[in-house]
């Protein structure tokens, strides 16, 4: 059973440009979360989507945005890049429902770097 | 707000020893909690979850315990080996809204085991 897959791995960007990622759950998992890890802040939640509803947001700016799609796969969009939007983007998924079935798996990240 | 502290910061230990993570959350009203483990640059991997109705979890050489009410989780690695040497995370998942898949995280514990 494939893992979760985010795509791309690493990223070079400029400030002012925006940015694109993509994460592919686990086949059948329907929640698909955001994660941002940086030295300073450690690893704090985004975004968490479930059958293409975001049901919870983090307190990050507006400029950082997500969306489903119907096959469960999850976008997040960064605009407006700043230096410090440097950091690892984590996705997570799990089934979305019931217990004890919450676990939640992590992808390998992407690095994104803003220069 | 929820606060999750994993102490210590970091741990140097010499092959085949036992030892004991910490991990304190501020709030009980959990629903579970999850111990990852993460290699350098590289995303998270999902060592235990206890559910909040749980008082432990065993995986091999791993062991991890929850008391809800004083805020504690411990994880126990037996017999320790240099492939352990990682960053350990703790993880704590609280009803947020409709969604139960909001994850606080500690800063984690960075261990070393020594061949």
């Known amino acids: 059973k494939a893992g979760v897959t985010q795509t791309p791995r690493y990223l070079i960007k400029t400030r002012g440009q925006q940015v694109t990622l993509s994460c592919s759950p686990i086949?059948?998992?329907?929640?698909v979360s955001w994660y941002q890890q940086t030295p300073g802040q450690g690893l704090q939640f985004l975004f968490e989507?479930?059958?293409?509803?975001?049901?919870n947001k983090g307190n990050f700016p507006g400029r950082f945005s997500g969306r489903q799609f119907s096959n469960s796969r999850s976008e997040m969009n960064v605009s407006t890049l700043e230096l410090g939007d440097s950091a690892l983007y984590l996705c997570?998924?799990?089934?979305?429902?019931?217990?004890?079935?919450?676990?939640?798996?992590f992808g390998p990240g992407t690095r994104l770097t803003v220069l | 707000k929820q606060e999750v502290t994993q102490i210590p910061a970091a741990l140097s230990v010499p092959e085949g020893e036992n030892l004991v993570l910490n991990c304190s959350f501020t709030?009980?009203?959990?629903?579970?909690l999850q111990w990852f483990r993460q290699d350098p640059g590289k995303g998270l991997t999902s060592l235990l979850l206890?559910?909040?109705?749980?008082r432990e979890q065993t995986s091999g050489r791993l062991n991890a315990s929850l008391d809800k009410s004083s805020g504690r989780s411990t994880l126990y690695i037996a017999a320790s080996q240099p492939g352990d040497s990682a960053t350990y995370l703790c993880?704590?998942?609280?009803?947020?809204?409709?969604?139960?898949?909001?994850?606080?995280f500690g800063k984690g514990t960075l261990l070393t085991v020594n061949p």
């Open positions: 709030d009980s009203a959990i629903y579970n």
């Open positions: 086949s059948g998992h329907r929640s």
């Open positions: 997570a998924s799990s089934l979305g429902r019931g217990r004890p079935l919450n676990e939640q798996f």
């Open positions: 206890i559910q909040s109705s749980q």
């Open positions: 989507y479930f059958s293409e509803t975001q049901r």
């Open positions: 993880a704590v998942n609280r009803n947020s809204g409709g969604s139960n898949y909001k994850l606080t």
